[in-house]
């Protein structure tokens, strides 16, 4: 070959004579030519090289294939040889020249790319290119980098024979998928980006694996993560040595048994489905480290393999030696397992540097560990029994010995599950969840696989068959207990220790769990209410009070509607009260009117307005659990300053639209008043006194509408009904209407499930009078008792004054003191 | 990201930078293209600059700088840009200036074309009113202009730069990753030990440019003979300002003249004074690019006015030896016969000489998008 200077695009950058000889037909090769020379392969049919690469440097010898642009056939070589010829991309291409080789065609062509002064790879001003196209037009036309010394070890270049020419990498999709949009332009676009990216080293995507287009490396072996760092933290932790590291792995699992080959090494934990065998057994080998990727061109012996590590420095022969002899000693192979070897290549980005990256690569050899010990001259048969030497003898010849690289995973880390899913670390927050149900299954499961806390699931159900067809779990689980199903899944989104577990138990009758359960509440960061029990919620608000944020995300009966009570950080707006505003909204917010509807339009009533009626799809459940992880994931991510929120999302099953209400969430008011707890809202109080406002200066009043908890104690003072249009008031007095009064407190309980009921009334006083009962108000109150006491429930006068609002609960005070009295709310005078 | 943008304009200057923050600054304005010609290969300036300015919608140039007031710097001027002091130049879609840029003979002196007459006008309109306005010289210079118009030096000091400073606003306290440095017009002490004023020499600036911690250095000059640059060299070293001498790129002066260079063409190769070798062989960056804003470098000497191909050979072979630089020419960049404006990018990786394929934008349109599962 003539010399190199000549081929130097820096110093010449076109118009070298085309009259030297045949060779000038592209720029020279380097290594590739005298391989060619000296050992011309059956190129076209070569199916284990990169066959676009051979056939092109078998071309160099002569000119005899060249043809001109109207003599190629091959659609796609005609078209990007005659856009290239027309000029539209001059000056930055320029077509050199068009081949025919047996079926294939190439074009020639020097492009000129973008450089930046300083430059992390080094491409040239200007690059010559070879593109192969094939016959068949199912296969990418491949592009080669055709200068000499254009640089081996860039990233995102296919997998090829040798080292040059080397095959540019450009998409990362497979063809089949952008064939239909390929066009000349677009496609020397991407060439010249591919080339100006890897001139910034901003090329992304560094660390996936070599593509292997043209190899079709089939086989396939899933490695550990927790392997690879161990590897990269094995002592000595000396990077520049090759070291065999004492790992085990405790089986492979090979699927299936044939062709092509799959394997996944194990370390410790046993696979979920099939067996794993001891027919295999994998040897872990760190490289030292360096800075660009372990081999460059593929190998297709043992002997190649150790020949292309020995050449970076790395000594394997030896580390393989001593390695082998340890296992044989320890019995941790056996003589007939095939050998695969796992190389761990730790990845700077520059000399000096820390290791960034690390590379794995694996190589499934055809011996077994009887047969590598004796090639390395460390294993022997004594008397039936192998054993190490102890004076290892010479190493035999391995380049008979043919290898296949396999394409090499890695197993996920937490880390990695959260980057895949946008966040930008793994979410380490304690998670309490209540119920591993039809939404709490696939919540669970979804949060899990983005990483997004580390989850504790109570529930004491299991899995039973009416729950398979909306649940994540399948009819082989049945009969186990949900939350142990919810925990393991949630285990297996990574390769990692496990971070969730399960309470078998009723949160509300822990039992003997008792225990336990008060554990993972004090420790908890956030308690996810995903029960669908009204009681369990309360419970939660009212009675375990844990100290910890609480949040309850439940469908409607219909499945049309999810819902989210999140408290705030600090807990003033509790789960229950939450509850209470969320029925004001159903009430009064037109979307939210059928959030208790039935399917066929039923109304459904009772305490249980939780449960998803039986006839909901798994695709709705599948979009409201989406919604709910995002949320939550929300939660975990905010800060200090979470407030408390209230939201409904409805899906229009037809249109797929959903649509997000907020409801405002207002402060708790609360106070008590003899054996009762009186509970109501900011949001009450202010359109009560709005409405007084508006009447000034005579009185108003109305209806008051809430709920009642015997078992606490409590009455929610929550929601009022205008007064009816029959209504009468004065100055000194209101009389409350009834007209139409009765429909309306039927659509309130239609709308609530029955969680509202009548409670009471109310109603205020003018400016400079007290919010003691007049005389009318005693009489009044007596009649609220006689209506109420027949239902068995206290009567309930509120008086809203001056001073405030005056409830009066069951008796009135003897002496001329108030019960109690809620705060004027801000912006009302008193 | 800065960029710096050099327009083909034959034998004339006009260049923009284009700060990250969204600064725009304009070196001199040429419109020198015979409008409706078809041969014509120079630019259409008024359209490019306009054209870019509607993108960014901007209404103007934040910096609009006049090197000196020769014609092939403000040809087409008074037609272009919003001056305050004459109505008959305002309005339409005129073009804006925040600030205006001059040297203090651009004030003084006399003798102009009309181009040059409405820029002087409205430089000293800019300065009695003592806004949107820098002059660079040595303050003193004015003193005798300012009396004439009933002003003191102490009224006008804050809107005069001398040699040796930074501009104040655009220095690297301003946080806009960019800092200028002043090397022209300046004065220089006689053997009599007196200042002589420079006045003639045009603005000369050492631009920093820095991203992410990474300086990229230009020096860009206008028509500066090469007794003044050495007399430039001689003075920032003896201020120990060495670093305001480093170059990644050199807009050269004088549509690389030999008089840039030497009092001497040469026969082959123009041998630079001592001093001006220092800068160009010592003080330049790997991968360093030198501009002339010029019509195509001649291969004979034919032609007495420049290019000059003694010159040209002179930095070609001091890039190719010394950096692995480029020595490029507006009007044969891309190619000789359809030159496009030379655009640098600025970034961490320094500058970037930009080659866009003209069929299409190269990037999302080249790849599938990516299928999430």
Redesign the interface.
């Known amino acids: 070959m003539t010399s190199q200077r000549d081929s130097d695009p820096?110093?010449s950058p076109s118009n070298e004579s085309s009259s030297e000889t045949g060779v000038r037909g592209g720029p020279t090769v380097q290594g590739g030519n005298a391989q060619t020379q000296d050992s011309p392969r059956e190129s076209s049919t070569d199916l284990t090289g990169t066959p676009s690469a051979a056939v092109w440097a078998g071309t160099l010898l002569s000119s005899i294939d060249e043809c001109e642009v109207f003599q190629l056939t091959l659609p796609r070589a005609r078209w990007l040889a005659e856009f290239i010829a027309s000029g539209?991309?001059?000056?930055?291409?320029t077509l050199d020249r068009c081949r025919r080789v047996m079926d294939r065609e190439v074009v020639e062509f020097r492009i000129?790319?973008?450089?930046?002064?300083?430059?992390?790879y080094d491409i040239f001003?200007e690059e010559p290119i070879v593109v192969v196209i094939q016959a068949d037009a199912s296969v990418m036309p491949e592009v080669l980098a055709v200068r000499s010394d254009f640089p081996a070890d860039v990233p995102h270049r296919n997998l090829s024979e040798d080292v040059r020419p080397v095959s540019l990498c450009l998409?990362?999709?497979r063809f089949r998928?952008?064939a239909a949009?390929w066009t000349p332009?677009?496609?020397?676009?991407?060439i010249?980006?591919w080339l100006q990216l890897t001139a910034?080293g901003e090329l992304h995507g560094a660390d996936q694996p070599l593509e292997p287009l043209f190899l079709g490396m089939p086989e396939m072996v899933i490695v550990p993560h927790a392997l690879i760092e161990q590897a990269l933290q094995a002592k000595p932790v000396d990077l520049t040595q090759t070291l065999c590291i004492d790992l085990r792995v405790t089986g492979v699992r090979i699927d299936p048994p044939n062709e092509p080959f799959r394997v996944r090494l194990y370390q410790g934990a046993e696979p979920m489905f099939g067996s794993t065998s001891r027919s295999h057994v994998a040897i872990v080998i760190r490289l030292r480290a360096r800075t660009h990727g372990a081999i460059r061109s593929t190998p297709r012996s043992l002997e190649e393999v150790i020949q292309a590590l020995e050449s970076e420095g790395d000594t394997p022969v030896q580390a393989l030696r001593a390695r082998v002899s340890t296992m044989c000693r320890e019995q941790s192979a056996s003589g007939e397992a095939h050998v695969i070897l796992v190389l761990v290549v730790p990845v700077r980005r520059e000399d000096g540097q820390p290791v960034t990256n690390v590379q794995t690569l694996t190589i499934l050899t055809t011996l077994t560990f009887e047969e590598i010990g004796r090639r390395l001259g460390v294993l022997e048969r004594f008397g039936g029994v192998l054993v190490p030497l102890l004076t290892p003898s010479e190493v035999q010849p391995l380049n008979n010995v043919p290898i296949f690289l396999a394409q090499t995973y890695r197993t996920l880390t937490r880390e990695d599950l959260a980057q895949q899913q946008g966040l930008s670390e793994a979410l380490e927050h304690r998670v309490v969840c209540i119920g591993a149900g039809a939404l709490g299954s696939q919540v669970i499961r979804n949060a899990a696989r983005s990483a997004a806390g580390r989850w504790t699931i109570v529930d004491d159900d299991a899995l039973l068959p009416h729950n398979i067809s909306r649940h994540v779990e399948l009819d082989g689980d049945l009969g186990v207990h949900k939350a142990l199903l919810a925990a393991a899944g949630a285990n297996c989104t990574a390769d990692s220790e496990p971070v969730h577990d399960a309470i078998i138990a009723d949160i509300l009758t822990p039992g003997p769990k008792a225990e336990t359960v008060a554990n993972a509440l004090a420790g908890a960061d956030l308690l996810v209410d995903m029960s669908a029990s009204v009681t369990v919620a309360r419970a939660l608000a009212r009675d375990t009070a844990p100290s910890v944020r609480c949040v309850s995300f439940f469908l409607s009966p219909t499945g049309q509607y999810l819902t989210m009570l999140a408290e705030d950080r600090e807990r003033t707006v509790s789960l229950d009260l939450l509850e209470m505003q969320l029925y004001r909204a159903a009430i009064e917010s037109e979307p939210l009117h059928a959030l208790y509807t039935e399917r066929g339009g039923r109304i459904r009533y009772g305490q249980s307005c939780r449960d998803i009626s039986a006839t909901v799809p798994q695709s709705v459940i599948a979009v409201h659990a989406g919604i709910a992880t995002m949320q939550l994931t929300h939660l975990l991510q905010e800060g200090s300053g979470g407030g408390a929120r209230l939201q409904v999302w409805r899906l229009d099953e037809q249109t797929g639209e959903v649509s997000c209400t907020p409801i405002p969430a207002y402060a708790a008011q609360i106070q008590r008043v003899g054996a009762w707890l009186i509970v109501t809202d900011e949001g009450l109080l202010t359109r009560l006194y709005e409405e007084r406002e508006a009447k000034l200066p005579c009185e108003t009043g109305g209806i008051l509408l809430g709920h009642y908890d015997f078992v606490r104690r409590i009455v929610y003072i929550v929601a009022t009904l205008p007064p009816p249009a029959d209504s009468r008031g004065g100055p000194d007095r209101f009389t409350r209407g009834y007209r139409g009064l009765t429909r309306a407190v039927a659509a309130v309980q239609a709308r609530t499930a029955g969680q509202f009921t009548y409670i009471g009334e109310w109603h205020s006083h003018p400016r400079g009078c007290s919010c003691l009962p007049s005389t009318p108000d005693e009489n009044l109150f007596s009649w609220i008792r006689t209506t109420l006491l027949a239902d068995c429930l206290p009567p309930l006068m509120l008086i809203v004054g001056d001073e405030g609002a005056v409830p009066y609960l069951e008796t009135l005070p003897a002496d001329s003191a108030y019960p109690a009295v809620f705060p004027v709310p801000t912006g009302f005078s008193s | 990201m800065h960029k710096i943008t050099i327009f083909p304009l034959g034998n004339a200057d006009t260049y923009r930078i284009d700060l990250a923050g969204g600064q725009k600054l304009l070196f001199d304005y040429a419109h020198v293209r015979e409008v409706n010609s078809s041969t014509d290969l120079r630019c259409d300036l008024p359209h490019e600059l306009r054209v870019d300015l509607d993108e960014a919608e901007r209404a103007g140039f934040d910096v609009v700088a006049f090197t000196h007031l020769d014609n092939d710097h403000v040809r087409g001027a008074s037609e272009f840009f919003h001056v305050l002091h004459a109505a008959k130049y305002q309005g339409g879609d005129r073009i804006g200036i925040r600030e205006l840029w001059v040297p203090a003979f651009a004030i003084t002196d006399g003798d102009l074309s009309e181009d040059g007459r409405v820029i002087r006008a409205e430089a000293r309109h800019r300065l009695r009113n003592k806004t949107g306005i820098r002059i660079f010289s040595r303050p003193e210079a004015l003193v005798s202009w300012l009396e004439s118009e009933k002003m003191t030096l102490d009224d006008v000091r804050h809107l005069i730069t001398d040699a040796g400073e930074t501009v104040p606003g655009w220095s690297a306290a301003d946080g806009k990753g960019v800092e200028f440095f002043v090397h022209s017009p300046f004065s220089s002490r006689q053997d009599d030990g007196t200042l002589a004023d420079r006045n003639a020499c045009s603005l000369v600036f050492h631009v920093t440019f820095t991203v992410d911690e990474?300086n990229?250095t230009a020096l860009l000059m206008a028509d500066t003979p090469w007794d003044a640059l050495s007399e430039i060299v001689r003075i920032t070293k003896a201020h120990g300002n060495e670093s305001r001498l480093a170059w990644?790129l050199v807009k050269l002066p004088h549509q690389c003249s030999y008089l840039s260079l030497a009092a001497e063409k040469g026969a082959e190769e123009t041998t630079p004074e001592a001093s001006i070798a220092w800068l160009y062989e010592t003080q330049g960056?790997?991968?360093?690019?030198i501009v002339s804003t010029s019509t195509p470098i001649p291969r004979n000497d034919d032609d007495t006015q420049p290019p000059h191909r003694q010159a040209a050979a002179y930095y070609r072979r001091v890039l190719?030896r010394t950096y692995?630089g480029?020595f490029l020419v507006t009007m044969t960049h891309?190619?000789e016969t359809a030159p496009k404006p030379m655009v640098f990018r600025i970034?961490?990786?320094?500058?970037?000489?930009?080659?866009?394929?003209?069929?299409?934008g190269?990037?999302a349109?080249?790849?599938?998008a990516?299928?999430a599962g």
């Open positions: 820096r110093l539209a991309l001059a000056p930055w291409v000129r790319v973008e450089l930046p002064q300083r430059r992390a001003d998409y990362d999709v998928d952008i949009s332009s677009r496609f020397i676009a991407r010249q980006e910034r | 990474v990229t990644d960056h790997e991968g360093a690019k190719r692995d480029e891309p190619s970034d961490n990786r320094k500058l970037t000489l930009e080659r866009r394929l003209a069929v299409m190269v990037g349109t080249s790849v599938a990516p299928r």
